[in-house]
């Protein structure tokens, strides 16, 4: 089993720049992949960012490409979201996920694992 636990969620205005954070435990060396997702009400969830745990390699949404990077801290079992430049519709629930499929960075299928999740609230 893999524990995920997020932090770094708040209010923050448009334009403002927010870090989140996942730290994972227990069964870590099983990962091949983490992500964020984020879930807005009235909305499905939508996978925002993803990253391979073995060679780092980044997926972004269309809509946080070049305002949003994850990161990974291998020894620290920690995966960062810096969200720069924010909108009001970047404001959801964040989840960070984790996945223990060699594939699930490829298919996008993270979803083994889940926080409890973050809520980040952008104001216009």
């Known amino acids: 089993q893999v524990q995920l636990v997020e932090s770094g969620g708040g209010l923050v205005q448009a334009g403002g720049s927010l870090r989140l954070s996942c730290a994972a435990s227990?069964?870590?060396?099983?990962?091949?992949?983490m992500g964020w997702f984020r879930q807005a009400p009235g909305k499905e969830r939508e996978l925002v960012t993803a990253?391979?745990?073995?060679?780092?390699?980044?997926y972004y949404v269309d809509s946080v490409k070049g305002r949003f990077t994850i990161s990974r801290d291998n020894a620290k079992n920690t995966v960062y979201l810096q969200m720069n430049s924010l909108k009001p519709e970047d404001t959801a629930v964040y989840h960070c996920?984790?996945?223990?499929?060699?594939?699930?960075?490829?298919?996008?299928?993270?979803?083994?694992?889940w926080g409890q999740g973050t809520q980040v609230t952008v104001s216009s």
């Open positions: 990253i391979s745990w073995s060679d780092g390699r980044t």
């Open positions: 227990g069964r870590t060396f099983t990962i091949y992949a």
């Open positions: 996920a984790a996945d223990r499929s060699p594939n699930s960075y490829y298919t996008r299928a993270i979803d083994d694992y």
